[in-house]
């Protein structure tokens, strides 16, 4: 459902607000050095809490992707000192990229002590079961990478709980998990969608971003 620009284009967007949209990105995914240079040329007054956490959040997600996720278990309780204990998830999220690593560098006597004394005990949990069985099943696998359950050795694996953890790292912080640019998007995602739905397929192709991003 293309929409003509001409019905749009005379709406008046405060440059603060794209500014402050901008912001919260960089803000959101830890972007230091840009976030001081796009304060730095917009003249925007730097928000009191901008980068109150941003260069540890930074660290701790990039030892999640780089393969260290202990040590970013031991920052984020720095951080946020009850955060993994309640949210019980994203602990063994954490925990299984720390064994993955394990099985990818063929340790595998360490990686099943490891998950004896830590992953295991989720197992009394039934949501965990399934889980905790398709990350064992890696050591029964010469070639993991080449296993049915492949997609836990991942980026895309890393990068899922790396976002997982940031959004809960912020919200522990009583700060928005979704960068507002984030937000509109999702919203008018959903909207357009839900527009293209009630007039029907048969007069109007269904909603793309990417396309609409195109246009």
Do not use: W
């Not at 709406?11 to 304060?39: G, M, Q, R």
């Not at 202990?70 to 063994?92: G, S």
């Not at 299984?96 to 990686?111: P, Q």
């Not at 949990?125 to 050591?139: C, G, I, P, R, S």
């Amino acid at each position: 459902m293309d929409v003509d620009p001409r019905q749009y284009e005379h709406i008046a967007i405060n440059d603060n607000d794209i500014h402050n949209i901008v912001l919260s990105y960089l803000v959101h995914n830890c972007y230091k050095e840009t976030v001081d240079s796009f304060i730095s040329c917009t003249g925007m007054k730097q928000p009191a809490n901008c980068l109150e956490d941003m260069e540890m959040r930074k660290r701790i997600l990039h030892f999640a992707l780089e393969g260290n996720a202990l040590k970013a278990i031991e920052l984020t309780e720095e951080l946020a000192q009850d955060l993994l204990e309640k949210n019980k998830d994203l602990h063994f999220d954490l925990l299984s990229l720390h064994f993955v690593e394990l099985v990818c560098s063929r340790k595998c006597t360490e990686a099943l002590e490891f998950a004896q004394t830590k992953l295991t005990p989720f197992g009394k949990v039934q949501k965990y079961v399934e889980k905790l069985e398709d990350f064992m099943a890696l050591l029964a696998y010469e070639e993991p990478e080449k296993s049915p359950m492949f997609h836990l050795l991942s980026l895309e694996y890393r990068q899922h709980v790396a976002d997982n953890l940031n959004r809960a790292i912020l919200a522990h912080a009583e700060r928005p998990r979704y960068a507002a640019m984030e937000r509109l998007i999702q919203q008018t995602t959903a909207v357009r969608q839900c527009l293209s739905q009630e007039l029907g397929k048969d007069v109007h192709p269904p909603f793309s971003l990417k396309d609409f991003m195109k246009s």
